[in-house]
T-cell receptor
Framework: AQSVTQLDSHVSVSEGTPVLLRCNYSSSYSPSLFWYVQHPNKGLQLLLK??????LVKGINGFEAEFKKSETSFHLTKPSAHMSDAAEYFCVVIRASGGSYIPTFGRGTSLIVHP | NAGVTQTPKFQVLKTGQSMTLQCAQDMNHEYMSWYRQDPGMGLRLIHYSVGAGITDQGEVPNGYNVSRSTTEDFPLRLLSAAPSQTSVYFC????????????????FGEGSWLTVV
């Protein structure tokens, strides 16, 4: 079975400082992993996804995530936070359920950016 | 392309009333799904469809019905609304159903805020 755990419900940073949002997954095979962002009162937008071509994945708006199989982690980072990065972030894994596969969302991390 | 379109954006219902949340996509996607989002719970899958005429239950299907008569549309019906169904609902689609090793992007609608009083 696969599941996903976002280790922080809230992360608070100052503008211009690095961002780290943590995600751990459980998987018995090569996982399908994604990060989505949700701005207030909006739908979810894809930030990046792990394709197995490279362990360091670059996404939109300067975000990156590194796939570490040994640590079963897919943490999201950004070198310098901007006020517009304030949003809810979701780590997603595709998991088996019965005879099909379904996307399973972490509980989300709220990123707060202070001026 | 409009992408995934949901209506209505806001709705207040009384307990016991019925309603339908509409969802349409114009990307010719096979896979469509409905999620509900509650504080601290992430998104939970209600129902999904892998193609016209085919639907299945997700993690939290009780109290909801769906149908998929066309590729484009995937309405979600609440037959007898309850306060526990107060939530934000998202419709989503992807080109193919999720599968092992797949990395298809899931596209989301803007959400429907439902309050049941």
């Amino acid at each position: 079975a696969q599941s996903v755990t976002q280790l922080d419900s809230h992360v608070s940073v100052s503008e211009g400082t690095p961002v780290l949002l943590r995600c751990n997954y459980s998987s018995s095979y090569s996982p399908s992993l994604f990060w989505y962002v949700q701005h207030p009162n909006k739908g979810l937008q894809l930030l990046l996804k792990y394709t197995s071509a490279a362990t360091l994945v670059k996404g939109i708006n300067g975000f990156e995530a590194e796939f570490k199989k040994s640590e079963t982690s897919f943490h999201l980072t950004k070198p310098s936070a901007h006020m517009s990065d304030a949003a809810e972030y979701f780590c997603v894994v595709i998991r088996a359920s019965g005879g099909s596969y379904i996307p399973t969302f972490g509980r989300g991390t709220s990123l707060i950016v202070h001026p | 392309n409009a992408g995934v379109t949901q209506t209505p954006k806001f709705q207040v219902l009384k307990t016991g009333q019925s309603m339908t949340l509409q969802c349409a996509q114009d990307m010719n996607h096979e896979y469509m799904s409905w999620y509900r989002q509650d504080p601290g719970m992430g998104l939970r899958l209600i129902h999904y469809s892998v193609g016209a005429g085919i639907t299945d239950q997700g993690e939290v299907p009780n109290g909801y019905n769906v149908s998929r008569s066309t590729t484009e549309d995937f309405p979600l019906r609440l037959l007898s609304a309850a306060p526990s169904q107060t939530s934000v609902y998202f419709c989503a689609s992807s080109i193919s159903p999720p599968r092992q090793g797949a990395r298809d992007t899931i596209y989301f609608g803007e959400g429907s805020w439902l309050t049941v009083v």
